[in-house]
């Protein structure tokens, strides 16, 4: 059956529902993944959220289905096709056909190499822009004054 609950707290992959309407115990229900073989997710919902489960007809078991915005919790106005926004103020986002993802954070860290297949930019110019002038200009010679001249190697 359907029903709807408020999630009170969460430990490992499952999280305790309480349900106002009727007078069951609060239930430890799991928490559906998205990957579970050989990609993996985890994305639990948050304290005091509004969820919706489904239960078994005894009402020993269930599972949450997930997160009902309502009129206390009102989505962002423009969410794109795939949005998370964290608690911080991070968010990311992508909309089908866009070919882009929109990522908010203050830093990012990469753990592996970043490979670009076009251009790569930051709000003052692209990469190019920086490689270009590191390929041209001269450096002067500490111990004479005299030019370095070109470089030898272009990056």
């Known amino acids: 059956m359907l029903e709807f609950g408020v999630v009170k707290e969460i430990k490992g992959l499952e999280a305790r529902v309480h349900f106002e309407a009727w007078s069951l115990e609060d239930m430890w229900l799991k928490v559906p993944q998205k990957f579970t073989v050989t990609k993996k997710s985890k994305i639990m919902p948050e304290l005091e959220q509004l969820v919706a489960v489904i239960l078994t007809d005894d009402l020993c078991d269930g599972v949450i289905l997930g997160g009902i915005y309502n009129d206390e919790d009102l989505p962002p106005e423009d969410l794109g096709d795939v949005f998370i ?8 986002s992508h909309t089908e056909g866009s070919k882009s993802f929109n990522l908010e954070v203050e830093n990012l860290y990469v753990s592996k190499n970043i490979i670009a297949g076009g251009k790569v930019q930051d709000a003052k110019g692209t990469l190019d822009s920086v490689r270009q002038h590191s390929n041209t200009h001269e450096h002067p010679n500490g111990n004479n004054g005299s030019s370095t001249g070109k470089p030898s190697v272009t990056i």
């Open 85 to 92: 926004q964290f608690e911080d103020g991070a968010s990311f």
